[in-house]
């Protein structure tokens, strides 16, 4: 019903920035949440932000936060995640997802997801 396409991951160095983007198309209307989370290799995929799509409500990760800010344009259906004071510990594979309205599981964790975006990669180097 929603797809999700990421774009914007790359290669930078300790202390770059990055701007990931998520397109989001199809059934958007029933979107409460829009989520990033990550994945590193031979890691649990864990949770980086999420936005409100009506009020835009934010919230971070703990290590994330000051760093990392998540924004939206719902003109374009498009969510965006700058991320700033990048760390090689930020190099993972990133995705977007969406999560409806009245859709189970808490929107801090994976399972509170429904559509998710195929990743996108970032790696921060030393």
């Known amino acids: 019903q929603v797809q999700l396409v990421e774009s914007g991951g790359g290669l930078v160095q300790a202390g770059g920035s990055l701007r990931l983007s998520c397109a989001a198309s199809g059934r958007t209307f029933n979107t409460a949440h829009m989520g990033w989370f990550r994945q590193a290799p031979g890691k649990e995929r864990e949770f980086v932000a999420t936005?409100?799509?009506?009020?835009?409500?934010?919230t971070y990760a703990d290590s994330v936060k000051g760093r990392f800010t998540t924004s939206k344009d719902n003109a374009k259906n498009t969510v965006f995640l700058q991320m700033n004071g990048l760390k090689p510990e930020d190099t993972a594979v990133y995705y977007c997802?969406?999560?409806?309205?009245?859709?189970?599981?808490?929107?801090?964790?994976?399972?509170?997801?429904?559509?998710w975006g195929q990743g996108t990669q970032v790696t921060v180097s030393s």
């Open positions: 997802a969406a999560r409806p309205f009245a859709y189970g599981g808490n929107y801090r964790y994976g399972s509170g997801y429904a559509y």
């Open positions: 936005i409100s799509w009506s009020s835009s409500t934010t």
